[in-house]
């Protein structure tokens, strides 16, 4: 028999730079620096995960795959995407929606230090000067 897909998920999620696990509402949340990027719990009996999506993912997921994902009640308003995981026949991409629900949340050195950023998001390298200083001889 193969791992429960909450075991699974919580693997994905502990993997990240300082993500921590911490009970909620009764059900799992999983945070970095007490802001939550994913959450494990049951609906209808099945095993479910919430993610934080970037801006429009939401439709295009459960377009795409109404049978595996979902909009949540309460986070679904924010944009949050709902996964069935008794479904998922890709662990990889529930990786892959997991580790992009952390970059939006975590703070953008910890983002950096994944190599990856965000969706929109300046990547390293300083900010553009918003003034420059004149030079007087």
């Known amino acids: 028999m193969g791992t429960a897909p909450t075991t699974r998920l919580r693997r ?11 009970e909620t509402w009764g059900e799992a949340t999983f945070r970095i620096r007490e802001k939550i990027f994913a959450t494990a719990s049951r609906q209808d009996g099945r095993p ?27 986070l679904g308003g924010k944009g949050w995407v709902g996964i069935r995981l008794d479904v998922v026949r890709d662990w990889g991409e529930v990786e892959n929606l997991v580790r992009r629900s952390y970059l939006l949340i975590a703070p953008r050195r910890i983002a950096l230090s994944l190599d990856q950023a965000p969706a929109g998001a300046p990547r390293a390298g300083r900010a553009p000067a918003t003034s420059r200083r004149s030079s007087r001889s």
Do not use: D, N, S
């Not at 994905?12 to 911490?22: G, I, N, Q, S």
């Not at 997921?61 to 979902?70: H, M, W």
């Open 12 to 22: 994905l999620c502990l993997a990240l730079p300082e993500a921590v696990e911490k």
């Open 48 to 74: 479910v995960a919430c993610i934080k999506a970037a801006p429009g993912m939401q439709g295009v997921l459960i377009e795409a795959a109404p049978e595996r994902f979902y909009v949540p009640p309460y």
